[in-house]
C-alpha cells in the first residue's frame, strides 16, 4: 500500500492511524479480500481523520476515523454516530449525499469509530468558487438557500443532537449547549465565564427561548467547506453535501448556515435569502439570535484552541461581551 498520512505532533487532536490499521478495518467491513492499493490522508477537516482509499474492488472511497473518545469533548461527542443517526432525516437531500459503505462502531480494531463511504465528484467549494468571478458567485448561494430550507423543512419530537441526548424544551437544550461548551474551554484551560454567562442569561429567558416549539432539523455545519461544487460546470453548481455530523432539532435560525449567510455581504447574502426566505427581524428573534450568535462564536474558541489555530478567532471575547451587553439592555 501507498500510505501519505499527515504528520502532526502527538498531543495534536487530530491523529492518524496506521497503514495496518487501515488494511485491517478494510478486511473487517468491506471483506477480507479487499486491497487497499493507497491511502491519502485528507486535510480540510477539523474533527475526524479522513483518508482517500483507492482499493482493488470498490474503486475510490473515503475511510473517516473518529478521534479516540478520550479526545473528545463535551459538546462534540460522537459526532460520527450522531450523522448515522441522522441519515434518514436528511432525505430530502439524500442525492447530495455520499453513500454510506460500511460502518464500525464496536472498537475492535482501533478503539475509534469509524466509516467507509462513496467518493463525493467535484471540489470542496472553499477552494473551487475561487475559479468564478466573484459577481457569478449568487448561483451558489441560493442554491445554498434551497437545500437550507428543504433540511429545516424536517419536522422532529424532541431538542438537541439527533442522536440525543434530547430535551423538552428548545430552552433546555441551547442550554445544555452553552455550558458544554463553556465546560470543553475550562478542562482545555481557556477562559469560559462568558460563555457561562450567555448560558444564564438563557436560563433566564426561558419563556421567549421557548416561544420555538416546533423542533426543526438543523445540519450544523452546512457551508462551503462541507460542499462540493462541479469543476466542469459553467456556474458554481453543488454537486455534493457531506460532513453531517453535526446535526440537531432546534430553531433553524440557530443554524451555523444562516449565521454564515447573514454574515455575506450583498449580493451573496441576497441570494440566499431569496431561495430560503427573509430574515424574521421582530425584536424576539432579534434577542433570540443573540444567543445563538454567542453559541457559534464560544464553539469557535474551542475549535480553534484544538486545532492549535487560536489566532484565528482573537476578538471572541469582545464578540461575546458585546452579545451580553446587548442582552442585559
Known sequence: MRFRPIERARDAFQQSVTAADIE??????????????SAVELGNGGYNSTYRLDLDRHGPVILRVAPEPGRQGCA????????????????????????LLGIDFTHRIVGRDYLFQTLLDGVPARDGLAAYPRAGW??????????????????????GPVAGPGHPTWSDALVASLEAIATDLDLSGLPAADVRAVAAAAAADRRLLDEI????????????????????????????????????WGDPAADWTVFMADRRQGAERDAFRDAYGPADTSPAATRRA????????????????????????????????????????
Open 24 to 37: 485491517a478495518m478494510c478486511a473487517r467491513v468491506l471483506g477480507k479480500r479487499t486491497h487497499v492499493l
Open 76 to 99: 462534540e461527542r460522537e459526532l460520527m454516530r450522531n450523522e448515522h443517526a441522522s441519515l434518514p432525516y436528511l432525505a430530502p437531500i439524500a442525492p447530495l449525499l455520499p453513500r
Open 138 to 159: 449568487g448561483t451558489f448561494f441560493r442554491r445554498m438557500g434551497v437545500i437550507a430550507k428543504d433540511v429545516h423543512s424536517v419536522r422532529g419530537c424532541r431538542f
Open 213 to 248: 416549539t416546533e423542533p426543526r432539523l438543523l445540519h450544523g455545519d452546512l457551508w462551503t467547506v462541507n460542499v462540493m461544487i462541479d469543476p466542469r460546470a459553467a456556474e458554481p453548481t453543488i454537486s455534493g453535501v457531506f460532513d453531517c455530523d453535526r446535526t440537531s
Open 290 to 329: 443573540l444567543y445563538y450568535r454567542a453559541r457559534h462564536i464560544g464553539a469557535i474558541r474551542w475549535e480553534r484552541h484544538r486545532l492549535g489555530r487560536p489566532d484565528d478567532a482573537p476578538n471572541t471575547h469582545d464578540d461575546i461581551r458585546e452579545i451580553l451587553t446587548r442582552l442585559r439592555t
